[in-house]
């Protein structure tokens, strides 16, 4: 079960940095994710009522659906959809990839953890993979002020991400599932951002372009819905720093998407990156025991 809730989050939200993409443009990007996670807590409010699980949450609860949803489904998709602007997708994504670190530090902060040394090991080998990979992306914008500001929203948006790992992490320690806790976090997160929208003055249209509505309801329906449930489930099953290393393969995803729609060229430097990235995840995931023999051999 464990491989499956990984495979289906690699692929789908690996996925989705091409489809934020094209959510940029005619509608404001608070309007767009407001839209996305309101249909996503429609749909997964429909699944609870449909398989008659529970569907309000407890009173203790919702001081951590709060801050949830305002870390995870709101700030955070605020920071990349506006990073995307002076950021190309795949730089993004190497940001993103240090998600891992963050949830080891953060945990061990907030949640008293222990680091596992294997687990950092694996993700800053990933991350190096992931670096030469887009590296040639930054050729030109090291001086570039848009594209540094883009790089700062990045990584602020990967601390909200960690924010929301944590406090996931919490409510399944509390014995709520990410099913429940995702509705209704969800929507929180789309309410906070109508507000946004209806403070600033954006108006609320609709781009009725097929690019656009396929792009909405995939990012609403598999990217959040199957998305974040499969993604939180790792989070309880595994913990935030281990489920949070699937981030580190998410834009080898979108670099084959890159391949087959964008006319990417692969080099030896992004096969020797994506040969840490797998050397590394293997080496994240490996049981502690094994790793010692490994060593010792």
């Not at 190096?128 to 594209?147: N, R, Y």
């Not at 992490?169 to 789309?190: E, V, Y």
Request: charged share 5%; with cysteine.
């Amino acid at each position: 079960m464990n491989a499956f809730l990984y495979l289906i989050t690699v692929l789908i939200w690996g996925s989705t940095w091409i489809a934020i993409k094209w959510q940029l443009g005619v509608v404001p990007a608070p309007v767009s994710i407001a839209y996305r996670f309101w249909i996503a807590a429609a749909v997964l409010l429909l699944i609870l009522v449909a398989m008659r699980k529970q569907v309000r949450p407890p009173r203790e609860a919702w001081r951590y659906l709060v801050a949830q949803g305002v870390a995870l489904f709101c700030c955070n998709f605020l920071c990349f959809y506006y990073a995307s602007q002076w950021v190309p997708s795949g730089l993004i994504a190497v940001v993103f990839s240090t998600a891992p670190l963050w949830n080891s530090i953060n945990g061990r902060i907030f949640l008293g953890r222990a680091i596992q040394p294997q687990v950092i090991v694996g993700a800053l080998l990933g991350l190096a993979g992931i670096v030469m990979l887009f590296l040639p992306q930054m050729s030109g914008h090291w001086t570039d002020g848009a594209m540094l500001r883009g790089l700062g929203l990045a990584f602020l948006g990967t601390l909200f991400f960690s924010t929301g790992n944590l406090l996931s992490s919490r409510m399944q320690s509390l014995g709520l599932t990410p099913w429940l806790t995702n509705t209704w976090a969800m929507f929180i997160g789309a309410a906070v951002l109508t507000l946004i929208g209806a403070v600033l003055g954006m108006p609320f249209t609709l781009d009725a372009s097929p690019l656009y509505i396929g792009s909405l309801l995939y990012l609403a329906v598999p990217g959040s819905v199957i998305g974040f449930t499969a993604y939180l489930m790792l989070v309880g099953r595994l913990g935030p720093e281990r489920a949070a290393y699937c981030t580190v393969l998410f834009p080898v995803v979108a670099l084959s998407i890159s391949t087959v729609y964008e006319g990417y060229v692969w080099s030896l430097m992004a096969f020797v990156g994506l040969a840490c990235v797998l050397g590394g995840n293997l080496l994240a995931f490996m049981p502690v025991r094994r790793v010692a023999k490994v060593a010792a051999a």
